[in-house]
């Protein structure tokens, strides 16, 4: 009896913790779905930009809005209506550390797209400069979060490589522009 009494009461705390889990578990996916612009795989980014787009015009200052829309500019190519909306949030008051982060760091990534679609060498190099600045803020940020967190937590990567690989380019974008010069004086 008592075996029985003690598996029972065992298997209801199992149970009630695989409910907290649960619950716990499709609110904080559902939370990071909702900041990183993931809606259903099955609707097309147009037709998610177009239900952000709306959504907008009801909640006109709501940074998570504009990120999620953001998103899907940056998916579908159009990246200075992306950048604009990043530039607007990082502008807001309302927000959070992680927020801060993913905002900077997509921000960055739009402005090197951006980059690869100008003809202009100096203007790329501009944009490339804001990107970099980008990247920076989010390797800093983060650094700095670590030291009021555990000092094993290692900085963002992607943006350590990214900050790597915009470097280079812009290297090799002034490269060029001086060797025409030096074409041109000839």
Same mark, same amino acid.
Request: charged share 25%; hydrophobic share 35%.
């Given at each position: 009896e008592d075996i029985f009494y003690s598996k029972k009461i065992s298997l209801?705390?199992?149970?009630?913790?695989?409910? #907290?889990?649960? @619950?716990?578990?499709? *609110?904080?996916?559902? %939370? %990071?779905?909702? +900041? +990183?612009g993931i809606g259903s795989q099955t609707v097309s980014p147009s037709s998610q930009s177009v239900a952000y787009e709306e959504k907008l015009k009801e909640s006109q200052n709501d940074p998570l809005i504009k *990120? &999620?829309?953001?998103?899907? *500019? *940056?998916?579908? &190519?159009?990246?200075?209506?992306?950048? %604009?909306?990043? /530039?607007?949030? +990082?502008?807001?008051?309302? +927000?959070?550390?992680?927020? @801060?982060? %993913? #905002?900077?760091? &997509?921000?960055?990534?739009? /402005?090197?797209?951006?980059s690869e679609n100008t003809e202009n060498s100096q203007q790329a190099i501009e944009l490339l400069q804001r990107s970099l600045d980008q990247y920076q803020t989010v390797i800093v940020n983060e650094r700095e979060q670590q030291n009021?967190?555990?000092p094993y937590i290692e900085t963002d990567q992607d943006a350590k490589i990214n900050y790597t690989v915009v470097k280079n380019r812009i290297k090799i974008l002034v490269d060029q522009l001086e060797e025409e010069k030096e074409n041109q004086l000839r």
């Amino acid at each position: 009896e008592d075996i029985f009494y003690s598996k029972k009461i065992s298997l209801s705390i199992l149970a009630i913790a695989l409910a #907290v889990w649960s @619950i716990a578990f499709w *609110y904080g996916g559902r %939370k %990071k779905w909702e +900041l +990183l612009g993931i809606g259903s795989q099955t609707v097309s980014p147009s037709s998610q930009s177009v239900a952000y787009e709306e959504k907008l015009k009801e909640s006109q200052n709501d940074p998570l809005i504009k *990120y &999620n829309l953001a998103y899907f *500019y *940056y998916r579908q &190519n159009r990246f200075e209506e992306a950048e %604009k909306l990043l /530039l607007e949030i +990082l502008r807001s008051s309302r +927000l959070d550390a992680e927020l @801060i982060q %993913k #905002v900077s760091y &997509n921000l960055g990534n739009s /402005l090197f797209r951006l980059s690869e679609n100008t003809e202009n060498s100096q203007q790329a190099i501009e944009l490339l400069q804001r990107s970099l600045d980008q990247y920076q803020t989010v390797i800093v940020n983060e650094r700095e979060q670590q030291n009021h967190a555990s000092p094993y937590i290692e900085t963002d990567q992607d943006a350590k490589i990214n900050y790597t690989v915009v470097k280079n380019r812009i290297k090799i974008l002034v490269d060029q522009l001086e060797e025409e010069k030096e074409n041109q004086l000839r």
